[in-house]
């Protein structure tokens, strides 16, 4: 296994949730069907938004670009395995950008505590797995 690039992102929850509370349309903007279903059925919806919005910033500083460089929100998507386990899925750009750096994988880990939530990607070539 090669690490291609790390990268880690931290969301203040509190802001995050104003954020999603009061920009009508930004959950749809910013994440795809099956993660708003997947956070809608969460007690404390915008935790699971928060580490899902960390994930997509990780994810893209890991590949070393991002909004300024055509990727956009909706290609890369945080899947959860039947085991529990969380990965990414990634199309469009962000696909065409991770085979360009020839990334074969991506380990994900997201949590949320307190007033934060945080999640950390590593970019791997050789193959992985992810765990949350």
């Not at 998507?77 to 360009?100: D, F, K």
Request: include cysteine; charge should be negative; aromatic fraction near 6%.
């Amino acid at each position: 296994m090669r690490v291609v690039g790390v990268g880690i992102d931290i969301v203040d929850l509190a802001v995050f949730r104003r954020r999603l509370e009061s920009q009508e349309g930004l959950a749809e903007e910013l994440f795809l069907t099956d993660e708003i279903e997947y956070c809608r059925e969460r007690a404390r919806p915008w935790e699971s938004y928060a580490a899902r919005f960390a994930a997509k910033e990780a994810a893209f500083k890991a590949l070393g670009r991002g909004l300024s460089q055509g990727l956009r929100w909706n290609q890369i998507e945080v899947v959860r395995e039947n085991s529990g386990a969380v990965g990414l899925r990634l199309s469009g750009p962000a696909l065409t950008a991770a085979e360009e750096l020839e990334v074969e994988d991506f380990l994900l880990s997201m949590s949320h505590s307190g007033d934060n939530a945080i999640a950390v990607v590593m970019a791997v070539a050789g193959g992985a797995s992810s765990a949350d």
